[in-house]
C-alpha cells in the first residue's frame, strides 16, 4: 500500500510517497519526495514509484533464474533436454486447459499426448484442443520470428480449427463478456484499433523492458483487449511464454491450482487499470517457480 506522507518543516509542509513492505522478519519503509504539494498527476506518480520498487526488488534475482537455469540446461544430455520439454508441454498443455475449463486430468493429457491413449468419458472437444495445443506450443518454440498478428491468427487457428472452425483465426465482431468477472472487455468496434496500439506498444518497448515485465504486459495486454470469441486466455499464456523464450528465460507453467490468485491478479489490473498489479504478481509467481535457482 502506498500511503501519501506529510512532514511540517518549520513553516513549510513536504511530500513523500511511502511504502511499508515486509522482508523476512522486519518492515521497511521506500519513500519518494514528491514536492512541496501534491502533484496533480498523483495516482501515475504512485504507479510509476511501485513499479520502479518491484523493478528493483526482483529484476536481479530474476537475472539470476536466468544464468543459473542456462547452465544447468546447457550441461544437459539432449535427450534429456527433449524429455524436459515434453514434460514441459503435457503440464502446460494440462494446466493451460484446465484453467480454461477443460475435464482432462493430467493423467489424461499424459497418456494422450504421450501414448496417445484417448481417456474414456471425456468430451471429445477437450481431447482435441489439448492435442492441438501441444502441437501449437512446439510450434512456437520453433518459430524464429517475433510476435506479430499474423502468427497470432496462425496459432489461434491451429487451435480452434477442428472444434470450432467458425471462429478458429478470426478476431471477433461481436461483443463479449467474462463470466464471473467485473471486467468488460472493450466492445468489437475497437478490437482492431486496439491490436494496432499493442504491436506498436511491443515493438517500441521489446529492448527496454526487462523480458519477464515484457511476457507478463503481453499477456495482461492481449487478454485485456480479448480479441477472439474464444481461447485468449490460451492464446496470451503461449505469448506470454514466447517473450519468455525469445529471451533465453525459462517457461512458466500457471498452474490450475493457482488460478484463484492468477485470476484476481488479472482482474484487479484490468478493472483498476494499473499494469503493476499483474506484474508484482507475475514476478512472485515466476521466482516462485524457480527458487531453487535463488539458493
Known amino acids: 500500500m502506498v500511503e501519501i506522507k506529510e512532514i511540517r518543516r518549520g513553516k513549510k509542509n513536504y511530500y513523500y510517497l511511502v511504502h511499508s513492505y515486509r522482508e523476512g522478519k522486519s518492515v521497511k519503509k521506500k519513500q519518494f519526495y514528491l514536492g512541496e504539494a501534491i502533484p496533480k498527476n498523483i495516482e ?14 526482483f529484476l536481479g534475482n530474476l537475472d539470476k533464474v536466468k544464468r543459473k537455469f542456462n547452465a544447468e ?20 498443455t494440462y494446466n493451460t486447459q484446465r484453467i480454461e475449463g477443460s475435464t482432462l486430468s493430467l ?12 481417456p474414456n468419458s471425456r468430451p471429445l472437444r477437450d481431447v482435441k484442443e489439448a492435442e492441438a495445443h501441444k502441437k501449437v506450443f512446439f510450434d512456437m518454440l520453433d518459430y524464429g520470428g517475433d510476435l506479430n498478428m499474423q502468427i497470432i491468427l496462425r496459432w489461434h487457428l491451429e487451435l480452434m480449427k477442428d472444434t470450432a472452425n467458425d471462429i478458429a483465426g478470426k478476431t471477433r465482431t461481436h461483443d463479449v463478456a467474462i463470466s464471473q468477472s467485473k471486467f468488460k472487455p472493450p466492445i468489437h468496434l475497437e478490437v482492431d484499433t486496439l491490436l494496432r496500439e499493442f504491436f ?8 527496454s523492458i526487462h523480458p519477464v515485465e515484457l511476457a507478463a504486459l503481453a499477456h495482461l495486454k492481449f487478454v485485456t483487449i480479448h480479441p477472439f470469441s474464444d481461447e485468449n486466455g490460451r492464446i496470451s499464456r503461449l505469448m506470454m511464454n514466447f517473450v519468455l523464450k525469445k529471451f533465453n528465460f525459462p517457461l512458466l507453467d500457471i498452474q ?10 488479472l482482474e484487479r489490473a484490468q478493472v483498476n487499470k494499473d499494469d503493476n498489479i499483474f506484474i508484482q504478481w507475475f514476478f512472485r509467481r515466476y521466482l516462485g ?7
Do not use: C, H
Open 73 to 92: 540446461y546447457k550441461a544437459m544430455p539432449i535427450s534429456a533436454k527433449e524429455k524436459a520439454k515434453n514434460n514441459f508441454a503435457v503440464k502446460f
Open 44 to 57: 501515475e506518480k504512485k504507479k510509476s514509484f511501485m513499479r520502479e520498487f518491484y523493478k528493483g526488488k
Open 200 to 207: 506498436e506498444w511491443y515493438n517500441k518497448e521489446k529492448k
Open 107 to 118: 493423467k489424461d493429457t499424459a497418456k494422450l499426448l504421450d501414448e496417445g491413449i484417448t
Open 256 to 265: 490450475y491450482t493457482k488460478r484463484s490468485s492468477y485470476y484476481n491478479a
Open 289 to 295: 517457480e524457480y527458487k531453487k535457482y535463488l539458493r
